[in-house]
Structure formats: structure tokens, C-alpha cells
């Protein structure tokens, strides 16, 4: 080929263009210097060759039709080169004993057991001492590929470590040559792109073919990879799941190598015909990681198994913990990012969806343990790791459900069985005495040692029926069971406050529990809240009594908790309170009970003396901040009558300020300084009856006096009297001083009886029953705090713990004491007795009838026409703040109201009512 001289514009001498090398070369001749340039790129020696010469060579060939010469020649080349390296390089570095079975003849059996790992055709064994992992791959073709993984691991012996370190290292120089082959063969491609740049643009579009860089990509995975000689690929991938498992183990090996041989991977794409899908995949995606993926499935489905018969629960997660941490950092270092999520997901899976009861459940370590011991620690990695899984918390709650509701159980036993009386007691064995409890000046119960009082019971008949046989025999036998009933009530008192208080400790735990291990993110998991709090309302509202051992726990520190507490104290002690209150279903019994104590609480803790009333302040705030409590949980009408019973307390100082100036301006003179509280009988939970007593004449006239004062302020009202919730403040004078002592009323009419007697004096039982006209049951506790407390301002014959109706009482004028002002407290039991609690039982039923019928009423007045589920719905809404009522309750009720004609059935639907204005 030449190319012609051009004249120039003026017609003179003739120039010539610059020689182009190659337009004088044959194609054959461009073909081979192409050739021996990319020899000399492959061996590194390119400083001599030109860029421009070499890239002219190329583009000739193309330009005049020899493009598939010059691309056949490429390839040859390339393939030829490799081979060479695979033969001189990477084949004498195999490791050594490593077992290969025969390649497959189609890579289709490979990428088909790719796909089909996940369905059980790639299958591991493994041992507690060597881990041995088979990953067998089977295929369509008659020959089979497989992986089998033998490192030495679990015993941590000498030698067992020097095998792996062997291992480790013969399989780092496997490595390393594979990457050095892979490194150098990308770096030739690369140049040899730049020089063969105009085959890629012109070229490889006409021709359909990959362009250079993909050509050596392809070349390098059959030729080095994929190569029937020298079966560099399997042996590539045990080597990596060898290396990876031996890391998992503990040992150290080069992460470097590992990520150029997996990038490697990544980068070369499997052939598209034997993939039976026109989405490209790598080597990585089609082989490698489903192989990793089983091997790892089945390395930790035999590491949980090992560990979880050989660790405690709390060690376990840490492990698990470890492995999740240590496989994400493996990810970033050297495996392929994509990788993560299913890697991640086979850590959970074995390691925590297919062992969560377990290890909630292990002996001595589990859920159980942990919350008795408080590992916190423990308990905030099994939360972390339990909500990684779907079926983690869910597994827990019913965990918490079920520790809560056992301990909750014996929380409700403890009370259960100390508070129920023995089986047989002194009246049934036949026994006239018992031991009484004593009384000491605080009015605490002192519990009686019924073994160290033997000497003073007198001696029973040899059976029931002769030991009733005369009246008075049945009359002593009666005694001593309600001696008996009543001891029992008072250490039942005890066990309602212990109780409380078991239940507020259990409960300020898992607060605890939930503020610091539960949280989802910086707040507190609302599952497990919501698990623990059903929890609690289950076992709380399984007592039935709990309603009356809340309010005797508020009545105890109202009453006696606020000496030397400031208010803030005071307020802690109400909130927790209300923490327990909230679980209760039926707060309308609450209600009754907390009536009843706060009544006490504010009658017999008041007396006339100042500094009583300085104090009474404090109390009054105490009480009407737990009322804005209740009325914050349950609303106004919850405590409508509490507050009224408040109202009276202050109406009545008003009553009295005014008494006490009418007496000063008329002159009078009253025997005795009185006060008197006017309760309004639909407020306070008191007997309209008046309660009997006798009392002395200086007395019968205070109280005329202050009714002929109030009704001439109030016209036709009645007041009904109740000297059994009144005290006093009477000076004595014994022997060596003289005392003011703080009794009921009840006490100072019978101590006026020894007023006019001489000193040793005695007054029989039955003597003191007839002219003070007080109630057995009153009068014996009203004696039992003046003869068998602390300060005995009385004497007993014969002395026991116990009153008999045969006992007989004296004047104790040698009494001492350091104190001047003494209290004795009336002994009362706080705890209802069972007929008492069967006839607050029946009020409260009686009050829930007219609840609900109300509430019927109001409901249907508003909605005028209702099916009956949703009529039962909306009452039960409405009510739910003080009870829960029944289904049946409710049916009952409804069908009362048609009888009285409040409501009708509709003529088409008997489910559906009509409201009757």
C-alpha cells in the first residue's frame, strides 16, 4: 500500500506525508508484532514498545476486515499465557492432602447445586473435637464435586494448634499464588484494553463478542479457574472455606489473600449458558456462597448444640453475641457485602430461632436465674438478641408471663396458708384457754407463744360432747374460738401489709428491669411492658382479698408512716401504691374497705389534746393527696364520699368552735372538755343503729347539753350516738403520779367504774358487761387493752394473756411509768373476719346491681335503641374504672329492668332493646 504525494497551493515542489507504520506491513506481519507486543506486556517489559505503533496495528487489522483474526489471536494468546502460569505458579502450591474429587463435566451441575443448596442437597458433619464439614454438590452429569473441610479445632491442645497454624499457612500460599496470578493477569488486560481500545469501539459491537477487559475476565475463569487440568477451582474453595472456618475457630490467617481471591470471584461472571437465566451472576453468587452459606449453617447448627449442653444461658449469649459481631466484621473485611444478610440470618437461625425456649428454659442460668440473681447484663443481651429474630420476643414475654405468674403465685400463698387458721383448734381439741395476743403501747400486736403458756390453761374436758354438756361449758368454748378468730385476724394484718409490700418490691424489680435491659431504643419495649403489667394484674387480682390488703398497706402509713417522714416521702410511699391500685379489677372494693379505714383513721386517731392538732394538718394533707390520686385513676364519683367524709371532719371543728362559744356566753359549765364529730351518714361506712353503752351520769350530760345546742341550729335533724368510735382524755391518779392516759370511750366508762371502789377492789367480768351494757366483742378487746397490754391499767385475776368470762379485774393503783401521757390503743383487729367479709361481699353485690342497672339506664336513655352486645360492650367500657362486670350480671340485670318496664325488646329482634321514657 502507498499513498500518493500532494502538490501544494502554489503548483511547486511536491511533499510528502509522514510515513504511518504498518500501511507497509502485511495483516500477517501487524498480526504478529501484535502478538510479540502482548508477550512483552504479559512479561513486563514495555518500556521498548510504542503505544501509537501497536494501537495503528490494531486499528489497520479492523479497518480492512481482519478483526476476527486479530481477536482469535488475542484470545489465544491470553489462554496460552495462563495456562503457563497455572502449570509454573499455583500448581505446585496445592495443599497438601486436600480432597478433590473429579471435576464435573458441565458447570451447569455446579451452578444447579448453587441453587438447590438451599434445599438440602448440600449436606455437613460435624464432631465435638474435629470439625469436619462435607459440601457435596450434585449435578446432572454422571461425575459429582465435593468440599470436604477437616481442621482441627474444640480440644485447644498443643498439637491441634499446630496443625491449624500448618494448615493455615499452606492454604495462605495457595492464596497468595492464585492472587498473584489474578493480580498480574488483570494488569496485562488492562494495558492490552488500552492498545486494542479500537477493537472494543468497533470491533466487538460488530461482532457481538466481549470487549478485551471481559475477554480476559472469561479467559481467566475456564483457562485458570474453571480449568480440567489443574482443578484449581475446587481446590480454590475449600482453601477459602478452610481458611474462614479455621478464623471461626480462633486461628489467625491472612485476610489479605482471602479478599483478593474473593474479589477475585466477584469480579468474574459465570457463563451465561450454563446459568439457565438471563440475570448475570458471579462465580461468587452461583458457587462459592452457597457453599459458604451451608458449611456455616451447619458449623454453627453443631456449634449451638455443643454449646448450649456445655454453657449456662448467660455465657451462651455472649457467644451467640460474638459471632454475630465477629461474622459482620468477616463481611467487611474480605466477603462480599451482599453475603451479610444471608450469613446473619443463619447465625439466627441456628444459633437463636431453634433454641429460644431452650434458653429461656435452662436450669440455673435461664430467664428464671437471671431474674432472681438480677444479671442485668444477661437479661439486656437476651432482650438485644431475642428481638433480632421474630420469634425472640414473643418468647420472652411468655417467659416473663410465666416467672411473674409463679412468683406472683407464691407471693399469694404465703399469705394463704399462714392466714388460715390450723385445722383444729382449742375449741375442737377440747381446750378452754388459749394464748390472746398481746397488746403493747403503740398498739402492736405481740404474738403469743401458745407452748410457753401451758401453765396458765386450765384443764379441758376428754371430748366435745362432755366438754359442752353444760351451758357454761359451750359458753367456754365459745369464748375461745372467737379468741382464737380473733388472734388470727390480727396476724393476718400482718401478712395483708407483707404482702403489699412483697408485691411493690416484685413490681419496682422489673421496673427496673424494663427502664434498664428491655429498651427499644431510649424507651422501654412496649411488648414486654405490656406482658409484664398483664402479668401482674393476673396474679394480683387472683387474691381475692387484695383490695383489702391495698388499703390496709395505705391505712398503715397514713396512720403510723408519717411520724418523722417529710412529704415528699409520704408521696413516694402513695405513688407505689397506686402502681398496684391500677391493677385492680374490682376498685369498688377497694373503695369500701378504704371507707372503712379512713373512717378509723380519722375518728379514733383524733383527740382534743393540742398537739393532735397540730399534727392533724399533716394528716389531712396526707389524705386528700391520696384522695387526687384515686381521683386521677378513677374519677370524681370514685371519690365523691371520701371527700365528704373530709368535710364533716372540718364542718364538725366549725360545730364545735360555735358550741364552745355558746357555752362560754351563757355561763354554763360543762363537766368535761368535749368534742364531738357530726358525720353524715351516707357518707361513712357506720351502722345507722346506735351502738348500746351505759355511761356515766357527767357524760349523759355533755352529750344532752351539745343536742339541745345542735338541734336548735339544725331543726329536725337525728343524731344517732357512737361511743364506740370516741376516745378520751382522762387524768389518773396511781399511787406514785398521776397520768393522762388517751382511751376509747368504751375504756373510760369502764375505768369509771373503779372510781368510787376501794383499791383492792374487784369487779367481776360479767359485773362490768352489766352496768357499762357494752357488746361482748367490744367489751372484750376494750379489756384486753387495758388488763393484757403493754401498760396494764388493770388487773387480772387469774393472770393470763387471755379475758374469761370468769376473770375478774382490779384497779392497777401501783402502776408506774416514765411517760406522763400515756395511749392506749383500743384493740381492734384490722382484718375483716370471714362473716364480716361475707357481709361486705353482699353490700358490694347489692351496690354493683344498682350500678349497672344505672348505667343500663343512662346508656339506653342516650342511644334510645341497642343490640344487646353492644349494650354489654359500652356498660362494661363504662364500669371498667370500678369493676368488671359479668356477662351474666349484666344479662340479669337487663332482663330486671324489662320486668320493670326501663327497657323493651324490639318486636323484630329479641337481641335489640328499646328505652321506655
Known sequence: MSVPARRTARGGAKLKAPRRPGLDLSGDEMLKRLNLAISQIQNHNISTLSYEEHYRYAYNLVLYDQGDSLYSAVRKQIASHLERQCSEDVGPTFPAGASVASLPEHIRALSKAGRDSSKGKASARASSSTTTTTASIDGPSAGSASITLSTAGGAGTKGDKTDAAALAQAGERFLRAVRDVWDDHEACIRKLKDVLKYVDRVYVAKAQVPEIYDLGLELFRDTVLFATTHEIRLHLYHTLLTQIQLEREGSVINRSALKSNIDMLSALAMDQRYLGSSKP??????????????????????????????RDAGAYLKYVDRRLKEETERVGLYLNNATEAPLRDILKKELLTQHLQTIVDMSGSGLVAMLDQGRDNDLMRMYALFKRVPEGLPTLNKGIR?????????INEQVSNKASPPASTAATSGSTNTDAPSIDGEGQVEPSAAGKASKSRAAAPANDANAASTPQAALALKWVEDVLAFKTRFDQAALALKWVEDVLAFKTRFDQVLRDCFLDGK??????????????????NSNARAPEFISLFIDENLKKGLKGKTEEEVDVVLNRTILVFRFLHEKDVFERYYKSHLAKRMLQGRSVSDDAERGRSVSDDAERGMMAKLKIECGHGYVQKLQGMLNDMKVSEDTMSAFNESVHRTGRDMPFELSINVLTSTYWPISAAAQPCTMAATMVEAREIFTRFYQSRHSGRILTWHPNLGNADVRVQFKSRKHELNVSTYALVVLLLFQDVAEDHA???????????????????????????????????????????????????GFSCNLARIKINQVAARVESAAERKETTEKVEEERKNQVEACIVRVMKDRKTMPHNELVTEVIRQLSSRFQPSPALLKRRI???????????????????NYLA
Do not use: H, W
Not at 799 to 808: G, P
Open 281 to 310: 451472576r458471579t462465580v461468587y453468587q452461583a458457587e462459592f456462597e452457597p457453599v459458604l452459606l451451608a458449611v456455616s449453617t451447619e458449623f454453627y447448627r453443631a456449634e449451638a448444640t455443643r454449646l448450649l449442653d456445655s
Open 402 to 410: 410465666s416467672y411473674i405468674a409463679s412468683r406472683g403465685k407464691a
Open 523 to 540: 424507651t422501654a419495649d412496649a411488648g414486654c411492658e405490656t406482658a409484664i403489667n398483664e402479668a401482674f394484674e393476673s396474679f394480683i
Open 763 to 813: 369487779i367481776s367480768y360479767q359485773e362490768i358487761a352489766g352496768s357499762t351494757g357494752i357488746p361482748d366483742s367490744e367489751l372484750q378487746r376494750t379489756l384486753q387493752s387495758l388488763a393484757c397490754a403493754k401498760y396494764k391499767i388493770l388487773m387480772k385475776e387469774p393472770k393470763s394473756r387471755e379475758i374469761s368470762i370468769s376473770d375478774k379485774f382490779v384497779f392497777n393503783i
Open 895 to 913: 332482663e330486671s329492668l324489662i320486668d320493670r318496664e326501663y327497657l323493651e325488646r324490639a318486636e323484630n329482634a329479641m337481641n335489640v332493646y
